[in-house]
């Protein structure tokens, strides 16, 4: 019984069109009872889908042609199709074909825990299904919450921690970000680079700590970002800002002693109390976090599950404020969660009631753009910072053309700059990135040789500051690639890397470890300390001579591991973009490939340019594919936008 349907399958898993997971779903579906050809074809679709981090499947999609969401040709459907006999042709049909199966559980219905649910013109898995609801209920009941405000009290601390002037006399939406997050227990600050949202939340940390008085010092506030990297960057940044803000108050807060009992920035992970071999976590709803204030820097990679996972377990009473940037790429695994929540954050949407509130708060006026269309109760909590006071010239510049799909500014930024800031290699070959990696660009002083030429010197005297500024001099460049595979992609790159720096003598390989080895943590390793996400550099062990040892960055510290305990690790001299999310570098170089693919969109391309602190260089071997990319943008199947009201 569908043996047809099952062989199309399989030539489309054999052809890399689908997951093995997606065939394997679809004949689980079918053991638990009877499966007719629309049932089989949506399992299959959507644990496709669930893969490319979408956390349903719309029914309207697959009405219509589904081919350009899976990456596939007319021809690779039309065979699906065909094999699959008669599919209905609307979302109606789709439902009908759907909701009879007693492996789908229809919202409203009588609940057996069957593994797929619709819920209205959508299907999911069961468990995204729980998280998005998870996720839509918490944050509308947080948003809901109105905490009384003496706004006299709120303005006057606000005019001491914003003592600076906003340039061209536009509405300091910082202010207004700190203002707005004292309403509620749930608070939203996003914005491009630059645009101060980490400097904002460290004024609204003592803005926080000024209304608590008397019990400012048993607050309890946690920090935290999905990656080692985030949270020790998160850390530092406002640790560095209450400390200014400490000596401009004058001692009017004990702003020192209230930062250092806050401890440091953890991964959510870590934060969470993740246990090896399952997917739960040491707090829940029955066991809460003990925290007052939850800050979680970088909420764009935050995904579904994890943050279902962070607002059970997060007490009634808590405030959690995201940060983040929603214009960058959303999370590796399933969900948007940050782009769903300010999906109209560039409206505003406020009502009367906030921009009253702002203005007895902050002296701010919110302009009436911003206050056409009254919004949610969420949309009040939202701010969108809008002004960058570092990320300007060309690199803004160019990274504000891609946000905008605007392909021909793009490229006349590229092309046109004089600074020395941005380089287009438009025609390139393999060893014109090989040549990048180990020299790096002229004028730029970074490239691989610069941290390896220091490796090979060796400690001359505190080894801990010798390889704190290895560490330092590698995060100068990076070179980050669009896709994993192929010549142009991780892969292929890290190998060609490495053989051209032992060709220049750069390097030593004698197996898989050798010093001077960078390596991205590629799965959470509890039993170490260290998790998906971090990146490390192998150098020699100070106390055993002829052993290595793999050394992280923790904030101002350096903490390391011996390379034979690490399992799960990948060279990292060329990383995804998705995996530089967080992080920062002086030169960026961004490699896209010759053609075309799904992956490839504004919001990778964008995410690549913002990494760049001072330098970036794009090389593509064909020119046309930055135009292609910069017009597509990502598109990931949700229902939490309408579940939140939106």
């Known amino acids: 019984m569908h043996d047809d349907l099952f062989a199309t399958i399989d030539a489309l898993t054999e052809g890399g069109k689908l997951r093995r997971l997606g065939g394997a779903f679809a004949r689980f579906i079918a053991t638990l009872g009877h499966a007719e050809p629309p049932l089989l074809v949506a399992a299959v679709l959507l644990s496709e889908l669930e893969g490319r981090g979408h956390s349903c499947l719309v029914l309207a999609d697959l009405a219509g042609d589904p081919s350009p969401l899976l990456g596939w040709t007319d021809g690779e459907w039309a065979a699906l199709r065909t094999a699959a006999g008669t599919l209905p042709k609307h979302a109606a049909g789709w439902r009908k074909a759907l909701q009879p199966n007693e492996q789908v559980w229809s919202v409203g219905d009588l609940n057996f825990n069957q593994p797929l649910v619709l819920d209205g013109e959508r299907l999911y898995l069961r468990r995204y299904w729980r998280d998005e609801s998870t996720v839509a209920a918490s944050v509308r009941s947080r948003a809901q919450v109105e905490h009384p405000i003496d706004t006299g009290a709120v303005r006057k601390w606000l005019d001491k921690l914003f003592d600076h002037p906003v340039r061209d006399g536009g509405t300091d939406w910082q202010k207004v970000a700190c203002a707005a997050a004292l309403r509620g227990d749930v608070a939203v600050i996003t914005g491009g680079p630059g645009t101060g949202k980490t400097y904002t939340v460290a004024r609204l940390l003592a803005l926080l700590f000024a209304m ?24 530092q940044s406002i640790d560095a800002a209450l400390d ?5 108050l004058d001692g009017t ?5 209230l930062a250092g009992r806050m401890g440091a920035a953890r991964t959510l992970h870590s934060l969470l109390g993740a246990r090896p071999d399952t997917r739960s976590f040491a707090y829940h709803a029955g066991n809460p976090l003990d925290v007052d204030v939850l800050i979680v820097d970088e909420a764009s990679m935050v995904h579904l599950e994890m943050m279902a996972a962070l607002l059970a377990a997060l007490p009634p009473h808590a405030r959690l404020i995201l940060l983040g940037d929603k214009d960058q790429l959303a999370s590796v695994e399933a969900g948007a969660v940050l782009g769903d929540l300010c999906a109209d954050a560039e409206n505003g949407n406020y009502d009367d009631v906030t921009a009253q509130y702002v203005e007895a708060a902050t002296g701010e006026t919110i302009p009436p753009a911003f206050r056409e269309r009254p919004g949610s109760a969420l949309a009040q909590r939202i701010v969108m910072l809008r002004q960058s006071r570092r990320f300007g010239g060309p690199i803004g510049a160019l990274a504000l053309a891609v946000n905008r799909g605007d392909g021909d500014t793009a490229r006349a930024v590229l092309r046109g700059d004089t600074s020395g800031q941005l380089h287009w290699i438009e025609a390139a070959r393999p060893a014109d990135v090989l040549a990048l990696a180990v020299q790096g660009r002229a004028g730029t002083g970074t490239g691989y040789r610069d941290y390896l030429t220091h490796v090979q010197q060796g400690a001359t005297g505190d080894h801990a500051a010798w390889v704190r500024d290895v560490l330092r001099r590698f995060e100068q460049f990076r070179l980050l690639c669009a896709v994993r595979d192929g010549e142009w992609g991780v892969a292929g790159l890290n190998d060609a890397i490495e053989q051209k720096l032992e060709q220049a003598k750069l390097i030593v390989r004698r197996g898989e470890w050798y010093v001077g080895r960078p390596v991205m943590v590629t799965r959470n390793d509890y039993a170490t300390g260290v998790y998906n996400g971090d990146i490390g550099l192998t150098l020699p062990d100070p106390a055993r001579p002829g052993s290595l040892r793999v050394w992280f960055s923790d904030g101002e510290a350096v903490r390391s591991v011996l390379a034979t305990r690490l399992r799960n690790v990948e060279t990292a001299f060329a990383m995804t973009v998705h995996k530089s999310q967080g992080s920062e570098f002086t030169h960026t170089a961004m490699v896209l490939p010759p053609q075309a693919n799904a992956v490839l969109a504004r919001e990778l391309v964008y995410t690549g340019i913002t990494r760049a602190r001072e330098f970036f260089t794009l090389v593509s071997p064909n020119a046309a594919v930055l135009g292609e990319a910069i017009a597509e943008r990502t598109h990931r199947a949700s229902g939490l936008r309408e579940a939140l009201g939106g």
Do not use: F, M, V, Y
């Open 244 to 248: 200014e803000l400490a000596d401009k």
């Open 212 to 235: 608590a008085a008397d019990d400012a010092s048993s607050l309890r506030i946690a920090l935290a970002a999905p990656t080692g990297k985030a949270a020790a960057r998160l850390k």
């Open 253 to 257: 807060l004990p702003l020192r002693a």
